[in-house]
């Protein structure tokens, strides 16, 4: 966390109810956290993400761990060349509708 507060300052990070994210470590760095209510998934994008890293993966046998692991870095890979895939997987409207409003666009938003 303290890595991620020096590389890039954040006003606040918002997260779910998880047990990782309410530890008294990640609490001490000092970035607020804006906490999600649970069962909201269009509060959170990334979980549409994850829930498509899942499908591409699971349900397959891998000899190794390595080679799972080797697995989702090669679909994270796809994904990252396809901004418009990641854009339909998490691009609520309520989110383009608040990106377009920004005063400033942004260069890699959804």
């Given at each position: 966390?303290?890595?991620?507060?020096?590389?890039?300052?954040?006003?606040?990070?918002?997260?779910?109810?998880?047990?990782s994210h309410r530890d008294e470590a990640?609490?001490?760095?000092?970035?607020?956290?804006?906490?999600?209510?649970?069962?909201?998934?269009?509060?959170?994008?990334?979980?549409?993400?994850?829930?498509?890293?899942?499908?591409?993966?699971?349900?397959?046998?891998?000899?190794?761990?390595?080679?799972?692991?080797?697995?989702?870095?090669?679909?994270?890979?796809?994904?990252?060349?396809?901004?418009?895939?990641?854009?339909?997987?998490?691009?609520?409207?309520?989110?383009?509708?608040?990106?377009?409003?920004?005063?400033?666009?942004?260069?890699?938003?959804?």
């Amino acid at each position: 966390m303290e890595a991620l507060r020096a590389d890039a300052p954040l006003d606040a990070v918002a997260w779910d109810g998880a047990t990782s994210h309410r530890d008294e470590a990640v609490r001490a760095v000092g970035v607020p956290v804006i906490q999600v209510p649970r069962y909201s998934p269009e509060l959170n994008p990334a979980e549409r993400l994850f829930e498509e890293v899942r499908r591409h993966v699971e349900g397959r046998v891998y000899a190794t761990l390595t080679e799972k692991v080797a697995a989702v870095y090669d679909f994270l890979d796809e994904l990252n060349a396809d901004p418009a895939r990641v854009r339909s997987l998490c691009g609520w409207d309520w989110i383009n509708t608040a990106i377009a409003t920004l005063p400033v666009p942004l260069e890699n938003a959804a």
